[in-house]
Nanobody, 118 residues
Framework: QEQLAEAGGGLVRPGGSLRLSCVVS????????MGWYRQAPGKERELVAR???????EYADSVKGRFTISRDDANATAYLQMNSLKPEDTADYYC????????????WGQGTQVTVSS
């Protein structure tokens, strides 16, 4: 069964750092894309960052220069290094692994909470 598990969330002070990780299991092929999304209370889920198999990455404007997404395809893992965290980064963070080629899949994790507060 395809599963995805996130870890690394927590409480951090403004200006601090956290590293989120996401491990995919139950798949037989490398995801075309792995991404991080977040949803703050009362707001819609939004893209934070995505990383494609050919090395291209994209980021939300609000996190450019502060967050870095990376992949370790040998271990079906993605990371999100978050630096210079701000209170507005507070949200539940979700990892996604997708593949548009056969075999197709679109897998979401349960989320990990990040709270930035003094």
């Amino acid at each position: 069964q395809e599963q995805l598990a996130e870890a690394g969330g927590g409480l951090v002070r403004p200006g601090g750092s956290l590293r989120l990780s996401c491990v995919v299991s139950g798949i037989s092929s490398t995801p075309d894309v792995m991404g991080w999304y977040r949803q703050a209370p009362g707001k819609e889920r939004e893209l934070v960052a995505r990383a494609y198999t050919y090395g291209w990455t994209e980021y939300a404007d609000s996190v450019k220069g502060r967050f870095t997404i990376s992949r370790d395809d040998a271990n079906a893992t993605a990371y999100l290094q978050m630096n210079s965290l701000k209170p507005e980064d507070t949200a539940d963070y979700y990892c996604n692994a997708g593949r548009i080629r056969v075999p197709r899949f679109d897998i979401w994790g349960q989320g990990t909470q990040v709270t930035v507060s003094s």
